[in-house]
């Protein structure tokens, strides 16, 4: 894959984008379960979301966390297994907001002779679900970080690139032809950098069939929920009369856009909906799997807040500015890489003091006193190989009301519970699901609720957690998890790649 620039004219007006081969959004990787692939990238990193990388570390891709920025003219190999996964997940870059303009579908189709868990759809499309700014993103994201303000938002969502029908600008929207009375299998992916996303089509159900690349129990919905860095695959039915059905979706804070026609018929979808909605649609899946894998004990019981903090800030008009943090600890990037400093046992570069709890108890979710002042730090979590992990998110409203989408690099995690208000430690567990909970890499953190995960610890390496707001990343809304190599003959990290690009 080359990273080249590419003139792109969109909303009326052309700049030069960054692209992989040319193309907005970039090309698919196909690729079967269990499949070993190799990506020879040039010019730029780029992370391959969701895809567990089994003691393949240093393939992962985020910039300063597994690996140093690709220089141009350079290239790197990422050869890594595919291993357990089957559906849809994206890969994009990892480094600043190039993600918006980069990135593209990851398509893993079962094992031969392993049919889908559902009757096999007639075709399959991918809707990737983007965002576009008519300015520069370098320029958005300065605003965003020098400022301490909040980015502009976007100039419009896209469909597969397409910003849709514009008023005073003759730009297109995106059409999905369907034959009336087949089925579609759609690979749902939301890529935009900053906006939660409801999508639905005017007068269908769709049914949800695999989040994240796990299959789900079939559920049947209206709207689907996907938020950036989340993948769902859901069945369409091409079932009602023939004619033209929109397709639309809708910010869970922006104003609502639609575009994108389908097979004229208008709905009036579900906007701003309240918390219990937002509950509702984390509790809709399970696993197909019974019973599942999930840890019933736990070795390392995590409490983290999950929010928007302040911190000192001279330069700006306010005397302080907007900062990301995990119990109070606004994330600093090192300037090298992480897993380089772990391997090499370079000191200096981080420490792992990281805080299993936020330093203080407060109403989280109630009104102040708020605790919103954070600290910078390199700080990670150790855990040792093959511990049991459970990490209550903790989402604080204090300052932004804003639900955070929290990813975690290197595992599929099952979401166990969710509730509106401050965590019980006594009253809520006992509410958790640990029969078939789904299994993510990305899950929504209520503005003024929780979300409760469980993980094994069984991948040796660095694994960045962090928010997939792209505003919020860039803020300090992010962590990273050491792993410890076991003791048996594969549960170490093997040696850097002699391609490795270097700081
Ligand atoms: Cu899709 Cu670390 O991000």
């Known amino acids: 894959m080359q990273v080249v620039l590419r003139n792109t004219t969109k909303l009326c007006s052309t700049k030069p984008i960054v692209t992989v081969n040319g193309h907005f959004p970039g090309p698919t990787l196909y690729a079967r379960e269990d499949d070993n692939v190799v990506v020879r990238v040039t010019n730029h990193l780029l992370y391959r979301h969701g895809v567990r990388q089994v003691r393949t570390g240093w393939a992962d891709g985020p910039a300063y966390v597994t690996q140093c920025p690709i220089q141009p003219g350079k290239n790197y190999v990422y050869n890594f297994t595919l291993t357990g996964q089957r559906g849809t997940l994206l890969w994009h870059a990892h480094i600043s907001w190039l993600r918006a303009t980069l990135h593209g579908a990851i398509v893993i189709l079962p094992k031969k002779s392993f049919p889908y868990p559902f009757p096999k759809p007639h075709a399959e499309k991918i809707i990737i679900l983007g965002e576009w700014w008519k300015a520069d993103v370098e320029n958005v994201v300065n605003e965003a970080t020098q400022a301490g303000l909040p980015p502009n938002v976007s100039d419009a969502h896209t469909i597969n690139g397409f910003p849709g029908p514009f008023p005073n600008c003759s730009s297109q929207g995106y059409t999905l032809h369907v034959e009336s009375g087949k089925t579609y299998l759609l690979r749902i992916i939301n890529a935009a950098l900053n906006d939660e996303l409801f999508f639905k089509i005017a007068g269908h159900k769709l049914t949800v069939v695999e989040a994240d690349a796990v299959y789900t129990k079939p559920f049947e919905t209206d709207t689907i929920f996907v938020s950036p860095g989340q993948t769902t695959n859901a069945i369409l039915k091409a079932d ?75 330069t700006c008009a306010s005397g302080s500015k907007l900062v990301g943090n995990i119990n109070n600890v606004t994330f600093d990037m090192p300037s090298v890489a992480l897993l380089e400093a772990h391997y090499h046992n370079i000191k200096g570069v981080f420490t792992d003091d990281f805080p299993a709890k936020p330093p203080v108890v407060f109403n989280y979710t109630g009104p102040s006193p708020a605790n919103i002042q954070t600290m910078n730090g390199t700080r990670l979590y150790r855990l040792s190989y093959n511990s049991s992990v459970q990490i209550v998110l903790q989402g604080t409203g204090v300052i932004a009301p804003e639900s955070h989408p929290t990813h975690l690099h290197g595992f599929n995690f099952y979401v166990i519970g969710s509730g509106l208000g401050n965590f019980d430690p006594v009253k809520d567990p006992k509410l958790f699901n640990l029969v078939d909970p789904v299994e993510r890499n990305t899950i929504g953190v209520p503005t003024a609720g929780w979300t409760a995960i469980r993980f094994r610890a069984d991948n040796p390496g660095i694994w960045f957690l962090h928010c997939h707001l792209e505003v919020h990343t860039t803020w300090g809304l992010k962590m990273a998890f050491i792993v410890d190599n076991g003791f048996g003959p594969n549960e170490s990290l093997p040696p850097p790649p002699n391609d490795l690009p270097q700081c």
Do not use: A, E
């Open 240 to 314: 009602k009369p023939i004619g033209n059905y929109l397709i639309y979706y809708s910010s869970i804070i922006n104003s609502p856009n639609c575009s994108n026609i389908i097979l004229n018929q208008h709905s009036t979808p579900q906007r701003n909906p309240n918390n219990k909605k937002f509950i509702d649609s984390l509790k809709s899946l399970n696993s197909i799997q019974y019973p599942t894998k999930v840890p019933l004990t736990v070795d390392h019981s995590l409490l983290f807040t999950i929010g928007v903090g302040l911190n000192p800030c001279d």
